[in-house]
């Protein structure tokens, strides 16, 4: 929360210099619609102007636990958003950006790293044998961000820092087990029959919906408080670069609500668009 403070410090800073200059400049006839040069050229001054963005980002994913004796892990994440920014003060580019955001993430954990995130090994017994396994998590989810963003423009580049929060709806979590080597079967057996047997006579399936408290509980042996929730809300600060139409931006967000108990997500985002 340290570092959402010092942003949003800065940016108050920055809305406040701006403001004072306007004042200046209204009082003064001479100035143009510019408020100073540069060597570049370029030229700083106020645009008004809202936008329409659509962005495709690389959004990795880490999965934060304070459960003792787990570690969490990171998911590879990519996201497709589109955003529109409203200017709300007559005289000064202040903006309200809003939008929808859809991420996809997902990961791959052997039979170790599967004990490192999770605080405990994961076997299966199948025929009078006993099989380690490595387990896949894949989530989607979809994003509401509200932010409140700040545009300085010089000539045709502009930089817009912002911070707000995102109401989030989790769409998809998932998490599928798999044998760690699944060469260990005896000979003439397969994994779809380990799984299929699993599923027949102990009612235990290969894939775990864990927004699902039933299949938590049947699958997994989890409790109430390890289930996903569908609905969460987080915070996000970032700054985005428009040349024209052209944007590149870099962006972080953290959860405020768990995802489960003593579980939160992040991500970083770096993002390409085009405004319209």
Not at 58 to 83: A, C, H, Q, R, V
Not at 197 to 210: E, H, V, W
Not at 251 to 267: A, N, P, Q
């Amino acid at each position: 929360m340290k570092k959402v403070r010092l942003f949003l410090m800065a940016f108050m800073a920055l809305v406040a210099v701006s403001a004072s200059a306007q004042f200046v400049n209204s009082g003064n006839k001479s100035q143009t619609s510019t408020a100073s040069s540069f060597n570049s050229g370029s030229s700083y001054k106020v645009d008004l102007n809202g936008w329409d963005r659509i962005s495709v980002s690389f959004s990795p994913m880490k999965y934060i636990t304070d459960i003792k004796g787990e570690d969490g892990f990171n998911m590879t994440g990519f996201s497709l958003g589109y955003e529109k920014g409203f200017s709300i003060v007559k005289k000064l580019p202040i903006f309200i950006a809003t939008g929808v955001n859809m991420q996809y993430a997902f990961k791959s954990l052997d039979h170790e790293d599967l004990a490192e995130a999770m605080g405990s090994y994961w076997t299966v017994n199948w025929n009078g044998g006993t099989y380690d396994l490595k387990a896949s998590y894949s989530t989607l989810n979809l994003k509401v961000p509200v932010s409140l963003a700040y545009k300085l423009t010089f000539g045709d580049v502009s930089l817009i820092p912002y911070a707000g929060l995102n109401f989030k709806v989790n769409l998809l979590g998932n998490m599928k087990f798999a044998l760690d080597d699944s060469d260990d079967l005896p000979e003439g057996s397969s994994e779809e029959d380990l799984w299929d047997d699993l599923k027949d006579y102990n009612d235990l399936s290969q894939t775990t919906n864990l927004l699902d408290k039933k299949e938590m509980e049947d699958n997994l042996d989890a409790d109430k408080d390890q289930v996903w929730k569908r609905f969460q809300m987080g915070w996000q600060i970032g700054i985005g670069l428009d040349y024209n139409s052209l944007h590149v931006g870099l962006g972080y967000t953290k959860d405020i609500m768990e995802l489960c108990k003593k579980v939160k997500t992040s991500s970083v985002m770096v993002s390409l668009g085009y405004n319209f």
